[in-house]
């Protein structure tokens, strides 16, 4: 237990140094906040060098079992981190401080504020960066700088990474691959806000939407969200910088260094996620035209594209209220969010390989049922998969809809009505923004109560850990030396 700690304490250290962005935001755009993020700063640091103090004596490796006990205690300890700048500043509770930071660090974008246009802009540049280092680069920070300090990486990657990203390495040091996932991370982020600016945002808005879209988070600057710009271009790069993200960062990293789109074809949760993804933008831009939603075809589906694309990625960015489309779409959406995203990415749900992989084992199953005696492997790319890593997938599944009815439940006892109870279940499980608020507003949280807000919270960090690295903490074996 104290090896963990002074693991949780040098990274509550190093999360110190992420405040230096808004400081520099707040003395750029003078709106006078920076001395109460350098006071944020201070309480992470001081707190994280005291407790990394207190326990280096006993330090250690860590093994396997210590990386889920650290993860957890990490999303925890630096959520309430994050969430002191919202209470120095905003007359908000501590729950809707905790709320909001943990949304942002899940890459959840669920928000309990309103008024985010009037809001100052280092506040608003640090609920971005949170999804930005949410996403991926907090996770490679640790994987990068633990191993320099003495406390081992890979009990961390295997407690964070998702799915068969686990024992995934490109590079032979975990050191490397934190290296050249960030290098990749950095390099699709700065090309994003790029691109933003041509399209006519200004600098400020097009770094804090790149660093929500990269880690497909849905905080925006703007209460109309992307709707507040009313630009296609701006749409349209979003879109391409949400399905950029959506896919398996490893990907990323080998078509960069071969120079070649190759990986992609070769990955059958590339090819299913575009199929899926192109099938149901021109599917919903046919039933809002049908339905006379918009005027015409292609202004459905400019609308649509968008929307569909954010939702089913888990970004939670909006354009449009479509909360008042035809219900089919939103719950398709939601559905969608569940399934599309790839291992290895920033977006969150039950993801692409474990969907490829119960398709594939049922078809298996039916296959016997006719030829009983036939040896039919389960395979995915032309790879056999063991049969250990099935059901480990069945495992997860059966957690994974477990966990949501729970807090489907859970919710309906706190007093909120089913469709709201299940729509904010299944979204902060899959750490995506849909189902509340206004028209205009479709993710805004900010009617909950004090314990449905709480409930929300552990979904949203259940779903970013992936239930099994948390759920394992409460099970006697974890405990028993």
């Known amino acids: 237990m104290l090896a963990v700690a002074y693991a949780l304490g040098l990274l509550l250290a190093a999360f110190a140094l992420t405040f230096a962005l808004p ?3 707040s003395l750029v755009m003078g709106d006078g906040l920076w001395p109460k993020f350098l006071l944020a700063a201070a309480l992470a640091g001081g707190m994280g060098a005291t407790l990394a103090a207190a326990s280096a004596r006993l330090k250690r490796e860590l093994r396997a079992r210590d990386g889920f006990l650290l993860v957890t205690l990490g999303w ?23 709320f909001e930071a943990m949304s942002g660090l899940t890459t959840t974008g669920s928000t309990v504020l309103s008024g985010l246009d009037a809001l100052p802009p280092s506040l608003n540049f640090w609920r971005a960066s949170l999804h930005w280092f949410g996403g991926l680069a907090i996770i490679v920070m640790a994987l990068a700088v633990l191993p320099l300090l003495g406390v081992g990486g890979m009990q961390l990657y295997k407690g964070q990474a998702p799915g068969p990203a686990k024992e995934e390495r490109l590079t032979p040091r975990i050191t490397e691959t934190a290296r050249s996932l960030w290098l990749v991370y950095a390099l699709i982020t700065a090309a994003g806000i790029v691109s933003l600016r041509i399209c006519g ?35 349209l790069t979003l879109i391409a910088l949400m399905v950029i993200a959506s896919l398996n960062f490893a990907r990323h990293f080998i078509a960069l260094r071969r120079l070649s789109l190759d990986t992609y ?25 049908w339905h006379g939603v918009y005027p015409g075809f292609l202004t459905a589906l400019r609308h649509s ?31 969608l969010s569940c399934i599309v995203c790839s291992t290895g990415s920033t977006g969150g749900g039950i993801k692409m390989f474990r969907t490829l992989l119960l398709a594939r084992q049922a078809g298996r199953e039916l296959k016997l049922l006719v030829h009983p005696a036939a040896m039919a492997p389960v395979r995915i790319g032309g790879r056999a998969i063991p ?5 480990a997938v069945l495992a997860f599944i059966f957690l994974y809809f477990m966990t949501v009815a729970f807090f489907t439940f859970a919710l309906l006892i706190a007093g909120l009505g089913f469709e709201p109870a299940l729509a904010a279940s299944v979204a902060s499980i899959n750490n995506t923004a849909h189902g509340f608020g206004p028209p205009g507003a479709v993710h805004n949280y900010h009617g909950l109560t004090a314990l449905q807000t709480w409930l929300c919270t552990a979904a949203m960090l259940l779903g970013r850990l992936e239930i099994a690295s948390v759920i394992v903490l409460a099970t006697p074996a974890y405990w028993r030396k």
């Open 23 to 25: 400081i520099g935001c």
């Open 76 to 98: 925890l300890v630096l959520s309430a981190a994050a969430a002191v700048p919202l209470l120095l500043v905003l007359p908000v509770s501590f729950t809707d401080a905790y």
């Open 201 to 235: 945002m200004s600098w400020f808005d097009a770094i804090c939407h790149a660093f929500s879209a990269v880690g497909l988070g849905g905080f925006s600057t703007h209460d109309r969200s992307i709707g507040y710009f009313d630009s296609a271009a701006v749409e």
């Open 265 to 289: 074809r070769a990955d059958p949760e590339c090819r299913t996620i575009f199929v899926i993804l192109a099938v149901s933008v021109i599917g919903i831009a046919a039933l809002l035209t």
């Open 305 to 335: 594209a968008f929307n569909v694309v954010s939702q089913a990625t888990t970004s939670g960015l909006t354009s449009q209220d479509y909360q008042q489309w035809p219900v089919f779409a939103p719950y398709w959406m939601l559905f």
């Open 387 to 391: 049969d250990t890593v099935g059901h």
